[in-house]
């Protein structure tokens, strides 16, 4: 199937490129006085066009999803060389991401696509027996190094000026991560136990927001274990709450046009009597929220990765446990 497919889009270029040869040749000859024996113009053949094309080929694969790509590449040797380009791959996965260029990246493009579309996320490398499920929100991208976290649906002015992050989080559920590593990052909803916590008397499930740098599966020091998660801050509220709601923004566009759409609560959280988890992807941002039923309250944690001990951070965790 994709052989044909790629086969017919070939054969539309060529048919483009051999109409435009016979128009610029009917052109040259109406400025000629006549046509003689000696002067006639050679007939186009068709079979001189090549198949292997790599220009073409190039072209065509920009059309191409990810497992199209795969299956074009196997068919010989020369598609191989031709689809594993880096270029191809940094097309592809910037397209199926909807993100921008983030520059630099330390590994190829196609090893960066594959960890995003093969169905990995962060509790298949630990913590299996505490995972029960889990959803793909997208992809947004970090141009600061700064992020801030909140379990609240608006953003306060207050909370912005305050540089503790104890206080933050006291008084808002809210805090400011530094040293974030810039670029697109990943964000999965996750679906765990709640021993995953502290809290003994529970026996239920609970949510996380998780996001990961797009490099960080293919990194040796989150592969060995020898990075891993550590709490930074937690928060709780003591009362019925409407909904467990977390966020994580780029400090830079929290109050710019392309974030409006993630506090606009009302048009995305679902009806008071829909309890299945809602997500919202924006450039710069991300947030779930599930409404809860009859409630005591909810304990929200904030988990950091970093790449070594005093290296940039590489993943956030953004849980909420019922009371």
């Not at 070939?10 to 040259?28: A, D, F, G, H």
């Not at 000629?32 to 198949?51: E, Q, V």
Request: proline share 2%.
């Amino acid at each position: 199937m994709i052989w044909r497919v790629a086969s017919y889009i070939y054969q539309e270029i060529s048919n483009v490129l051999l109409s435009k040869s016979i128009e610029r040749m009917r052109k040259r000859l109406k400025r000629t006085k006549g046509i003689c024996s000696c002067s006639s113009p050679r007939c186009i053949n068709h079979s001189t066009f090549n198949w292997y094309e790599q220009d073409l080929w190039t072209y065509i694969a920009r059309f191409l999803d990810g497992r199209s790509l795969v299956m074009l590449g196997a068919t010989n040797k020369w598609f191989n060389s031709v689809i594993m380009q880096d270029c191809i791959w940094k097309f592809t996965c910037l397209r199926d991401l909807q993100v921008p260029d983030p520059g630099h990246v330390a590994f190829s493009w196609s090893k960066l696509y594959a960890s995003v579309v093969d169905g990995s996320h962060s509790f298949i490398f630990r913590q299996q027996e505490k995972h029960i499920d889990w959803m793909r929100i997208g992809a947004f991208s970090f141009d600061s190094e700064v992020a801030f976290l909140s379990q609240r649906m608006s953003a306060s002015v207050k909370i912005l000026k305050q540089e503790n992050i104890d206080d933050m989080l006291q008084s808002y559920g809210s805090c400011l991560l530094r040293k974030i590593k810039t670029g697109i990052w990943i964000a999965d909803l996750q679906l765990v136990r709640c021993p995953v916590c502290d809290q003994e008397k529970c026996e239920g499930t609970m949510q996380m927001l998780d996001a990961r740098h797009i490099e960080l599966f293919l990194n040796q020091g989150f592969q060995d274990g020898s990075w891993d998660y550590e709490l930074v801050g937690s928060h709780e509220i003591k009362k019925k709450v409407r909904g467990a709601y977390g966020a994580i923004f780029d400090f830079k566009y929290l109050t710019s046009k392309s974030t409006a759409g993630i506090f606009d609560y009302k048009s995305w959280i679902g009806q008071p009597n829909d309890f299945q988890p809602k997500a919202i992807i924006a450039l710069h941002a991300v947030a779930v929220n599930t409404n809860l039923q009859e409630n005591q309250g909810v304990l929200i944690k904030y988990h950091t990765m970093r790449a070594g001990a005093e290296g940039e951070i590489v993943s956030i965790r953004i849980s909420q446990q019922l009371l």
